[in-house]
């Protein structure tokens, strides 16, 4: 891919930042679909005011309750966790060209990106498909231990096949050394630590840096892990993850009394790191450098290195299931450009046009993708000879 090959200097937030406009806000409103309403649902965290907590950070997960087939358990840190999977995978299945959108999931608001493929593909014709993606939940289902978010085989495999086609990025919360390690693929573009993190192909293992936004931050993201840490030992289930340029505390084997206490805890380390700010994602608390930089940035950032900032003839597809995405993606919308799908099995408030309900329905779409491309883009053995000499 020519524009894949786009190597800048690690930049500082001051450069970068300069010409690129400010995020916007979304709202979540998904409600779990047994209807519970939590205690931080109910507001608990009202006092917070964390961005995303309208769903409680739940991310609407209907299956809960859910138990994995074969629980496979891990110590890490000292602790020991037992990972499942939360979300149901749809099961593969042959679907027809067509399907019907007729899930109370799908409205006509937010039509399946498969049932409506005609129109995606109508989007995209005649344009520069590029593409994002959020890891947790979009590529991967949700599971109880973070470091056991592994995609499959086959995903990697579409994934693989849609950067041949597309140039093609991971944008995620996760640190970038972690999400490589699960994707395990160099040739696509990387914004870990929600955009603090931005990296690109390599043909070595370590991919490329472009930018570090927050560099400056990293003594103090470390300070305050070590201060989460000891702050949250005595919470059963709690976890702190270290994303290097941010930081999540899990509460999803939290029990449910406890959550709001953990907030609590949270909040009273951070009085100490005024230069953090706390937010909320999937039953995830989420601490970052309190600077004008986010996802939405990073998604801006890698257009316009792939020399796409001022051309009407791009479409950026954003595949994604957290509110942080949405951030993005109200950028992408802001200039005007962009096809937004969510994936959700529950209804949310949301800017995206389409919906898909899992990671399985998102692999089937990257295929889809895949083929409509390879339909237009005939092999040179394929295309008439005459064609084939110009
Ligand atoms: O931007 P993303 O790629 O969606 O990353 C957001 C967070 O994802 C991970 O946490 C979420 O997935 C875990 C594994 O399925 C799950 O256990 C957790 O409850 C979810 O919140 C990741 O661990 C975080 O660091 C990311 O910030």
């Not at 409600?31 to 608990?44: C, K, M, P």
């Not at 995606?120 to 947790?136: C, E, I, Q």
């Not at 450009?337 to 998102?362: N, W």
Request: with cysteine; proline share 7%; hydrophobic share 40%.
């Amino acid at each position: 891919m020519s524009n894949q090959d786009v190597v800048l200097p690690d930049m500082g937030i001051a450069a970068a930042a300069a010409a690129l406009p400010g995020p916007g806000r979304a709202l979540f409103a998904c409600r779990g679909a047994a209807g519970a309403v939590s205690s931080l649902r109910r507001g608990a965290y009202g006092g917070l005011g964390l961005p995303g907590a309208a769903d409680g950070g739940t991310g609407g997960e209907p299956f809960l309750g859910a138990r994995a087939p074969a629980p496979a358990a891990v110590a890490a840190a000292g602790r020991t966790y037992t990972s499942r999977v939360v979300e149901r995978p749809s099961a593969r299945r042959p679907r027809p060209a067509a399907p019907p959108s007729t899930s109370a999931t799908r409205g006509r608001k937010h039509p399946s990106a498969l049932g409506s493929f005609d129109q995606v593909a109508a989007a995209a014709k005649g344009k520069r498909v590029v593409m994002f993606m959020d890891y947790d939940g979009t590529l991967s289902p949700i599971v109880t231990d973070t470091d056991m978010a592994f995609m499959t085989a086959e995903m990697r495999e579409a994934v693989r096949d849609v950067a041949k086609h597309f140039p093609t990025a991971i944008v995620t919360g996760r640190c970038v050394e972690k999400v490589c390690s699960f994707v395990g693929l160099s040739e696509l573009y990387y914004a870990g630590s929600h955009g603090m993190d931005i990296k690109g192909p390599s043909s070595k293992d370590d991919q490329t840096v472009l930018l570090h936004p927050a560099r400056e931050f990293l003594p103090v993201i470390d300070k305050a892990f070590r201060a989460l840490e000891e702050r949250t030992r005595a919470t059963p289930g709690a976890r702190v993850e270290h994303n290097k340029f941010c930081l999540s505390v899990h509460f999803r084997c939290v029990a449910e009394k406890s959550w709001s206490p953990l907030a609590e805890q949270v909040k009273a380390v951070l009085r100490d790191f005024p230069e953090l700010k706390l937010t909320e994602g999937r039953k995830v608390l989420e601490i970052r450098p309190s600077i004008m930089w986010d996802k939405g940035r990073a998604v801006e950032f890698l257009l316009k290195s792939l020399g796409f900032d001022d051309r009407s003839d791009v479409l950026p597809v954003y595949i994604w299931d957290d509110r942080t995405d949405e951030d993005a993606f109200k950028v992408l919308k802001k200039r005007g450009q962009g096809l937004g799908i969510l994936v959700s099995k529950c209804p949310k408030e949301t800017d995206a046009s389409y919906s898909l309900q899992d990671p399985t329905e998102v692999m089937e779409f990257l295929v889809r993708l895949v083929e409509w491309k390879r339909l237009r883009s005939p092999s040179p053995a394929a295309r008439p000879r005459a064609q084939q000499q110009k």
